[in-house]
């Protein structure tokens, strides 16, 4: 037989006691406080099959979030698979600047585009019950995610997600008062910072953005600029090193605008904010 206390202390051998306990929390249906009240506690063969399996998912380098089947971001729980790209914690200050901006505003409307998941959509959504929400992706499978996710948080009313390249497939008449956007920004030649295991498991078109990973921002730019959506802001994430390069673009399309760059809690540029 095999214990909750044994499993963990092999998988702290390896620095990975907190995978440990996630999966243990998840096969046995319980919370990870629960795990260490009974930490004698024998496993039932079923209950090992699982464990078994799920931690050779975690050896072959497969995320917790695609294992688990969720992932937690700002206060919401969103269903995760290999259909979209795993909402970082870092991507949860667009959600709470864009929160900042619109303050005021009655039924502020706003538009993620590249939503992925739907994290960013959904959590302003759950956050701002008030606002009227969009969101659009290429990736038919991550739409197909999003409004799964949508259902699962009761916010099918409230969130409308659409097919659409970039802004190609929005409709004209949509008025929106914020548009915020996390791209794939990984370049496939310069700035091509991405993790072994990101590469593996999480989906390219959610990963790279060109040549220097600004290619689809640069896209977005030409279109929020012939667009009529009514665009007050636009808020996006980025690389770090990509720094100089966006601020040529930012400089090229919006010169006459006021545009600003922010860190993330690292103290490394991260966001940026553009003012229509």
């Not at 990975?16 to 406080?33: F, N, P």
């Not at 039932?44 to 688990?68: C, H, Q, S």
């Not at 759950?126 to 290429?138: E, L, M, Q, R, T």
């Not at 038919?140 to 097919?163: C, H, K, P, Y």
């Amino acid at each position: 037989m095999t214990s909750v206390k044994d499993f963990i202390n092999r998988a702290r051998i390896l620095d990975k006691r907190l995978e440990a306990e996630l999966i243990l929390a998840a096969v046995l249906k319980v919370s990870k406080e629960q795990i260490f009240a009974y930490p004698e506690r024998d496993l039932e063969p079923n209950e090992i099959e699982k464990v078994t399996d799920f931690w050779k998912r975690v050896e072959d380098g497969e995320p917790m979030a695609y294992i688990l089947g969720k992932k937690e971001f700002h206060g919401i729980e969103l269903k995760t698979d290999k259909r979209a790209l795993i909402p970082r914690p870092e991507t949860e200050f667009l959600v709470e600047k864009t929160m900042d901006l619109i303050e005021g505003i009655k039924n502020p409307r706003i538009l993620d585009v590249g939503t992925g998941c739907g994290a960013i959509a959904l959590a302003l959504a759950k956050a701002v019950p008030n606002a009227n929400v969009f969101g659009s992706d290429v990736s038919e499978e991550a739409i197909q995610l999003s409004r799964e996710n949508a259902t699962g948080l009761d916010l099918v009313s409230q969130v409308e997600f659409w097919v659409s390249d970039l802004l190609k497939s929005v409709p004209e008449d949509l008025k929106i008062d914020v548009l915020v956007a996390n791209l794939p920004y990984i370049g496939e030649e310069k700035f091509h910072f991405v993790e072994k295991n990101v590469k593996k498991y999480e989906p390219h078109v959610a990963l790279f953005g060109g040549h220097d990973g600004l290619r689809l921002y640069e896209q977005l730019f030409e279109q929020i600029n012939s667009s009529i959506l009514g665009i007050k802001w636009v808020l996006g994430e980025f690389g770090s090193m990509q720094t100089e390069i966006l601020e040529q673009m930012l400089d090229h399309y919006f010169s006459d605008k006021k545009w600003e760059i922010l860190p993330d809690l690292a103290g490394l540029d991260r966001y940026f904010i553009i003012y229509l």
